[in-house]
Nanobody, 129 residues
Framework: QVQFVESGGGLVRPGESLKITCTGSGPPLESFHIGWFRQAPGKERERVSCISSGKPSKFYGESVKGRFTISRDDAKNTVYLQMNDLKPEDTAVYYC??????????????????????WGQGTQVIVSS
């Protein structure tokens, strides 16, 4: 089973950028779809972005589309999330995981968070002036 460690979070001001990292251990990540998910205080967990294995397809949630970019470096067993033009509503703990469900049909790639999953520590992102 793949285990993940998220890092790179911090406190930034609105409009600034941050790149967070998801490093996997155990099986090589190259054959896995990987997703970034986030949870803000008092809110349900939200899917942010996912990337497929192989020739990557990518999914972005509507709230981050155009601002966030997901990428992967399988040689380093790592997935990144570049976050630009951050907004206070991006404040959350960010987690990575293998999605519980993916679909890649007709050029539309989609994903869902896994259920009954041990989410671990995540990495905290705070966007505040």
């Amino acid at each position: 089973q793949v285990q993940f460690v998220e890092s790179g979070g911090g406190l930034v001001r609105p409009g600034e950028s941050l790149k967070i990292t998801c490093t996997g251990s155990g099986p090589p990540l190259e054959s896995f779809h990987i997703g970034w998910f986030r949870q803000a205080p008092g809110k349900e967990r939200e899917r942010v972005s996912c990337i497929s294995s192989g020739k990557p397809s990518k999914f972005y949630g509507e709230s981050v589309k155009g601002r966030f970019t997901i990428s992967r470096d399988d040689a380093k067993n790592t997935v990144y999330l570049q976050m630009n033009d951050l907004k206070p509503e991006d404040t959350a703990v960010y987690y990575c995981a293998v999605p519980g469900w993916v679909s890649n049909f007709g050029g539309n790639y989609d994903c869902r968070a896994p259920e009954s999953y041990d989410w671990g520590q995540g990495t905290q992102v705070i966007v505040s002036s």
